[in-house]
């Protein structure tokens, strides 16, 4: 069954190398539109559900093109506000053997950073709607951002919605500003159902660690913590990640549930990456989905985990497989061609 | 010493996605030309020998442009029917990492499976040929292609050529028109002196199932009974392939003679594969040319191997390397850079 | 203000030739969506007015594509049935100096034109809407898709929607199963409020000839017998298009109103035309938009006029600038770089 | 003879929509490196002089890339301050036929506008140098340009180098910060020996108007004024750009001598144009380069001008030919192909 | 009636740069096969005559792909020479507006400049061909080439062959090796039955000058003299090219038959030129088709004018329409979409 | 500490096939500015060390856009030689899987191997300098080129420079023109402080074979035959490179210090490879780097080689890493995306 879900967060264009040069060692970008609950809202919206996306984006031809490409996959951008201002903008270096990808960032003071913190009308924009989805990409970018995050959150809960927060810890931007992430997170984190984050975003938030050395362990008492210190808190969920060399990873994943369940998934080897980037994110949205479609916990966490690893398979930010190719994926890894 | 070759079949237009994309994630197409029986043509005209090509291509500026591309690597077009209609199109996003290739076709009702059975003049076409190549696609095209297949192999016998059949079973073409795929592809397994086909294939055509677990003995008696089924058969050749992730496969190839010989080649490791399509054509055609050269039936295997192995390096369809760099694989696998 | 319009028509691939190559002489096609009434309807979305796509569009990646491309622009695809089948593409060779642009059409037999004439339900897909758009080239597809025509220009209004029709002769099409065009066109001239039609469609459609030398004249006595003849018919407009070479043309406007005004504007000249494709249905929605946002008669054919004009130095189908920029072109014509 | 000069502005990155499409029609971006006095710079060092580059540039790869372009030309960037922050950057969507080319500003707060008015030290990066050249986007960018310039500017007349300022009024920029053009440019105005600004220029800066309706005499007037207004101006020179459509311009060029003498040469028609931009910056380094060559006064406006004229033929930014190229083409004019 | 024509000549790689850029602004090239007889073989052989091409060409892969682009366009290229040695490579930087195209020659000691007079076995290549085309390109590359070229024309008389010639005066490839020019080419057009040599060539033959002032008449004395000096002549066709700009062109053609007719077409503009190069080799083509098909002088003169300059029109070095659609274009002029 | 280095040697264009493709399989080529010793140049330039090319190069203007790429990247060009004649090209098709990369060399005749052995004026090219780097690439072009890399080396030691050489063995060349390898490069070894070469170099200087099946032992075998026959010879390094398949190879390196010190590094494996050509340049480059930055052996060892490794990630020739980058791999080796 499709749910009504609102998204938001800032979208923002990368610009990047192709093939596997260096930025500008010829003089050509590609471009494709992202952000982390952009590329939530997408997967979710190409999967049939019914998704708003929540947002201020600059009122110019690229904020323009960059909201086409939302419409293009489906999610709805009639609540989007427009103001005058500039894009958020990330160049990439993408990788290759040992040579890690590279991001130079170009987002600050863009439209939706400089946005005043009750710049979107809560009422309207969650009308409706049984979910809502944000980061911790948001609160980072500055005072108004955070505090425009944590309203937002208050007001899906108050409205009745649940809540999925993705931690997104980005230190970088946290430092740009001095902002005080610790007690900010946990405030967003203290309005979420489902958070996607693991032990060291716990650690964070709770100003403790997680020391234990088997990840099992590690992750299980984080999430005892975690359960402790969020009553509304029901699900936990993250990925772990082995990076062997820049385009050969390994992924699982894990979930913990309130009531003392816990999953966890068997490894993918994920050799030859074509885009590392929204890995994440479509991993949370394909939890999401699991949940929302009536799949038990563990069956959602693997269909999550599938998206993640399959997001690897596609140039851009997005996860735009069919939510049957992923589910056959799970059931049986067909790898030769389909024809 | 170069043979004289005539290959039937459907000339077919790829048109992909560039880089790793799915289907118009970008608005740009690479076109490639190909066709299980044209690919055959490409690589025994480059290794020279005299080959042409029997089909019929649409009479547009695409069908001018395919059969120039088969000019281009050296096959004789003349004979080529040119007829009013549209082309064969298929439509690939290639696979990368787990996520599989996946062709969408759009070839029903081309010029080739809308002609008539008898379109094309089999005396003239075979003149002065001394071998005749055709596979399972082009029956499972329809009634009129079906019977256009029989015609074309019993043609080539009464005069006198060797032929060879490659399986190429397509399911969903079959089903398409419900064709009786066992009883046609048996009338042309009968009429083939060659035969590339693994145990299903023989399964499927002899209506029985060979269970064996091992692959070796599984290929043993299925060979055994195609043997026994089809008297004109002397050779079958085929390779297994075991996928163990879209762009890491192994290959090994297996050839049974009549007169009892099995021959089995070691396996190749091939990782980072640049395009899988037509890895089995260039192994037919390695296998052909070999026995056409005068290789004893292990060499012939194993230069047929190493020419499929090596497709799977080229971008496009046809097998483009010279038949001394497959030789000079066989011989050595030297890996650095040739200057 | 904005209108509440549904548009009815195929929607096709182009694959067209880069730079001013011929189809395939080099192996890269570029891929733009496009079709006259889809062309129209991403130009009003455009400019504001809610607009419905209303088709049958092939259950396949590559018809996924071409729906994402309208909802890009703004335009809702809800109501658009997806069916087993194939996408209609056009191959296209931009033509250039002194060769004609060339068009390769493969659009037979697509899930449009094999559709049921009732596949759609216009009662839920006209609900709400002012306005219906429909063209001459959706009747010549063949005998369902005329009569799929026909029904939804009726259905619309008696829906009590205004209706405009969109006369796009293709001779080729209505050649290709003998369809009587005049009899089908001027059913559906019958129904129309506002026709985008010249001397040329009336004399065919009433089976008479408008010969005046004057072409002002020709226009005028081809409305007068129009408005005769249909009853419903409030308003034609057609451009009168002088094609110096490939690249350089001569572009002039102009309406008759049943009440008998004439209007008529002045020419552009159009030199070193990047598209040409898609000119008419850019002018058809400039003038649909001018009707629709309270202009009067006479501003509606120069903004309509000026969208068509301004087509021309687009690549694709589709007129993506905003009103804005057309209408400062009606009003200034700033040519040196604005910064 | 080859000059010792040094260019003064800010380096900008040109992210522009490939063929004639508009910005992210397609997910791709052309970059150029450019800025007025970047380009004037590029075109001196391929000429032969000793060119040096001052400026603050961001401390990223962006920038280190930006520099490498000018150091590809020939330009001696040692004296370039690198700075954390963002570059400059504009966006573009190249026009055609009759839509105006259009620039997306994104260069407020770049490392150049944030840096200090002293944060270059003039006494090194003049060193040795002949003449200093600077234009009025600098002062545009906000107060501390302003003034960096002026501390400029008047260094270099201190030091005893002959000064060039192209006036470049760009109104949007100096509207951002509500900065007093008039004034500002004055005061830079009265450091130049050799002025590149026609009669709006001098309209803004005197604060008055010249009406003429002929131009030659609308210049003359200007200059009048200006010669009288700053005792340390030379020479006033400023081309006549006539905008028939955006591919299809005439140029014509005009100088005025304190000593009263007055040049002006017969017009080009400039059709087909491939890239503007960067048009008015040829001028003036061909006049520059003219005069600091042995050139009289008459010969300097003729290969100023034959350079404006020749950038339209040149994708990017900057003036790539030869100087005997352009002295060639001042001389014969010869169009065939070289060969 | 197909004829079965020889053409000799070198084969080409054309560099060059894409776009309008200058050579390497960006780090990529275009690659194009030609050469002015080869662009004469492809011609005819599209046309739908049997054309061999004789040559030496490069063993090594660039000389394969070169002769594979003959092949797609139909011409036979089983009695090329390959020998060791380099492909002759010329880059080009395409002009635009005033800017020049500008060719930078790298042929010199090519596999072909370096073969023997004597490597081609004239027997065998001219056997059973009607007619033998070359050029004077071929003489200016050194002695050898020389050598060969009159070898080759004195066998093809000798054989019964017609022969024409085209006198592609390149000054600078003379120069290069000090080749007298004039005798040689005098040597060649002695064995002309049909020239494309214009007045300045017949100049330099006879050493003599042609200085009317109407260009009719200078090319009637031109015509007259070159009768009256080469017996064996009996046909001179030659086009006159006024150069507006670099895109810009007009192009008429004229013909004087030894009976005394003379022949001249009216003159197209051609504005918005794709790519100029082989416009000449297009034209011979044209009028050798013509005279061939058994068209008439003046029909001959006016195919092989229009085959020129549709050239003008297409990418590359070739001459890639179809019989029929230039003479479509003879007949009618049609330069709007045809669909 | 930033040393002031010479680099002599050819300045080279690539020309390649783009993506995985043979060379023209489709019709571009990427263009990359390369040759054994410009590597090492870039590569120290851009590490801050004040590097000047000493070259010939072909006075045309591929010549001058290869020299430009040598001062993007801040080497100092000002003293290279530009004479008429030809740039050395090499082509390259790129290999994949078992397909080895295959260089088609086309360098013969260039403008460098033409000069005079005394073509450069080694006073003013050394004047200031700390080092001189040469391979033996160089002598390996012909006798002048021989004659002039001796001069070379001798003037750089008797001007007190240090020497370093790298053995670059090129069998191809020698043979071209017989040349005397074992005798040349003996005396080129002979002037050199630091010699990148392994066992296999000084087997053929020394005519002698070393053929320990332990590698560390068949070193320093090497290593200390070639102490003792090069008296000024006091540091030794060389890579050691396993070849599992094109794309997947193993590095790891030496050194053999005249003071009998031994280094090894411990292996990397890199699988994914991007482009393997100039990772020698970039070992040696890295060695240097070290050596002159105050690392002692063992860690410029391990900088060397890690800038091999990474080398294999970037695309073109040349390594464009910051040191840095380099030393944080060499440190940590982090591979997920720096952001």
Redesign the interface.
Known sequence: MAARIVCFGELLLR?SAP??????????????VGGAEANVAVALARWGHAVRFASVVAD???GG??L??L????VDTARVLRAPG??G???L?P????????????R??SAFAEAAADAIDWDAALEGADHFHLSGVTPALGPASAEAALRAARAARAAGLTVSFDGNY?G?LWQAWQGDAPALLRQLMAEADIAFADHRDFALVLGRSFDAEDPERRFAEAADAAFAAFPNLRRIACTR?D??????HALCARMAVRDGARHATPG???????D??GGGDAFAAGVLHGLRSGMDDDAALRFGLASG??K?????DFM??DAS?IAA?VAT???????
Chains 1, 2, 3, 4, 5, 6 share one sequence.
């Open positions: 610009l093939g596997r040069q260096l930025l500008l060692q010829s003089p050509q970008l590609d471009v494709h110019n031809p690229l093109a960059a086409g490409e419409r293009r996959h489906g500039r894009m903008l990330y160049f270096s990788g290759a053997v040992h040579r890690a990808s590279e991001v130079v960032y170009d600050a003071r980005r970088r990640r990076v062997h060399s820049v385009d050969h993918y080897t994920v050799a030859g990456i074509v590392r980037i690893v399959l690897h398979s596609l140039p851009g735009l497989l190719d994926f890894g067909q790898f030769d061609v389909r024809r």
